[in-house]
């Protein structure tokens, strides 16, 4: 039993007289509560056998054996409680146990016992009280336990400070873990940038590390994964869904905000963080990725696991026959794009032209781009409609001559009627294509009724009829026509002679000398007329500048100069009584 030091115990017991409480004594003094209440005790039946003062000295071994303890709650003794002890609450119980089942908080329920009960000790009581009414035990976890090659469970996290070789500082990547459930073994690997393809990728990767694959995969609902949550129907990201198609594996997306469903990556990636990342710093991807290899392989997977109390390693050699066997050919990555059917029965990709029958004109497919093929599906069911190899050649056409449409639409009349404006030949050449090539030869046709806004509709004339001439039915043929008759063209007038221009004083639009001089006359009379006001004008200023004259004064002596004419005088008197009008 632990005894308190004679100092100490004078300091309490000083305290306690002073009837100071014990969590005041606590905190001065250090002690535990409990040590505090025992002599508290203990000084309580001291006084009961044998009134008078006890003194610290007095205190003998026996007196600082504490009492023996009450039995256990729900126990046959009855309970001993010291009445110091006791809450001053406790009376009020039931009625403070169905307000806190109502929801109110401490300081509603101590005014309330003030106001009807007389309550006489202090806030802190109620709400130490309150505070013990409302524990709840902590969250119970089970521990799930897994078959070898079940399960495996990934995750994203943080890695470790690296130079980013864009920006030149320091970054974070991205660190992609992947758990095997049975044995906790990991493959961890750090990216830059992640993507549907990236996602994919790393779980290849991570298969491949590992030997095998696990029946079905746990994350959780990031986009590079889970394009829309569900618990029971979760739409998966095309490519990720293929990917695992491919090797068989099952997808298991966890409840939102549920992060316990796969917390064995959640501690693989705390593990990872806290113990071989922490505080270094890496200057490549690959120096991190080297750095995680080594440290999986000599520390990490020769660790005995808390749980297990066993070595990772070791289980993992016992799982790893019960993973299923790899595929013998690694999964091919794509590209999945939903593109509209033309009314040729074809699709564009990437400037090229594929069939897509029997998807009907107008609907909406799915293609899927891989390196060296076309894969088109429909978007609903994802069934496979046509496979075609990837054409390099932009403007290509990949679609068999029984399956192309001849009968003409109304886009096929349009662009008739607009090469009948521009000419006969053209609308002969744009009707040959299409009874050659059916409805795909209009893209051709749309070229050729095109060259006419950039071009004069004569030179595109007559490039059409030099290609019927020549037998050569292609739009590249005529827009090579229509370039070269156009730049000959403009070599011709830049050739041609230009006529001097010369000065001439004699002209049918050059007035006489006369006319100009009554013209500035009637200006200075008007101007006096109105006071010499420099703000004044003349009304007949828009008809001069009207007739191209120029009403800017010159050395000229109005009093002078000639009579006007007579038709002059009548212009000008005309328009004086427009403007009085």
Known sequence: MNVLKAHLQSTVLTLLDRNTSQREIQRLTGVDRKTIRRYRAQRAGAEANSPGEVTAGSASAEDQIPPPRPPAFGGSGATVTSSLARSACEPHRTWIEEQVRLKRNAQAIYQDLVDQFGFPSSYQSVKRFVR?????????????????????????????????????????????????????????????????????????????????????????????????????????????????????????????????????????????????????????????????????????????????????????????????????????????????VCDDTTVRVDSSYYAARPAPIGCQVVVRIYTSTIEIRDRHTHALLRIHPRMTHPGSVVLPTNERPFNPSRQTAVLLANAGRIGPQTRALCQHMFDAEGRPGQRAMWGIVGLSRKYPARLVEQACAHAISNGIFRYKHVRATVERLFAQALEQVEDAPQPASQLTQDHPLIRAPAEYGDLFSRAVRHEAGNGGQPGARDDRAPAIRARGVCATPTSFDATSAPAAPSHLKLETQAHDDHARN
Not at 146 to 173: M, N, W
Not at 231 to 247: D, Q, R, T, W
Not at 308 to 322: D, I, L, S
């Open 132 to 340: 013990t009414l409302r524990h709840k035990d902590p969250a119970q976890f089970y521990r799930l336990e897994f078959l070898p090659g079940e399960e495996a469970q990934v995750d994203y996290g943080e890695g470790a400070l690296t130079i980013d070789p864009k920006s030149g500082r320091y970054r974070r990547p991205r660190l992609f873990v992947m758990t095997l459930r049975y044995s906790r073994r990991s493959f961890r690997r750090v990216v830059w940038q992640s993507s549907q393809q990236v996602w994919a990728q790393l779980h290849e990767e991570a298969f491949r590390y590992f030997g095998g694959v696990a029946s079905y995969v746990v994350l959780d609902n990031l986009k590079e994964g889970v394009l829309k949550p569900d618990l029971y129907e979760p739409e998966l990201n095309p490519i990720y869904s293929a990917m695992l198609a491919h090797y068989g594996v099952v997808a298991d997306p966890a409840r939102v905000a549920d992060p316990n469903r796969k917390g064995s990556v959640e501690n693989a990636i705390q593990h990872t963080q806290g113990t071989a990342l922490a505080g270094r710093r890496f200057e490549t991807l690959e120096a991190q990725n080297e750095f995680l290899r080594h440290w999986e392989e000599n520390w990490a997977s020769k660790r005995i696991h808390g749980s297990t109390r066993r070595q990772v390693e070791a289980m993992f050699q016992e799982e790893k026959p019960h993973l299923r066997p790899l595929p013998v050919a690694p999964f091919r990555m794509f590209t999945e794009v939903v593109r509209t």
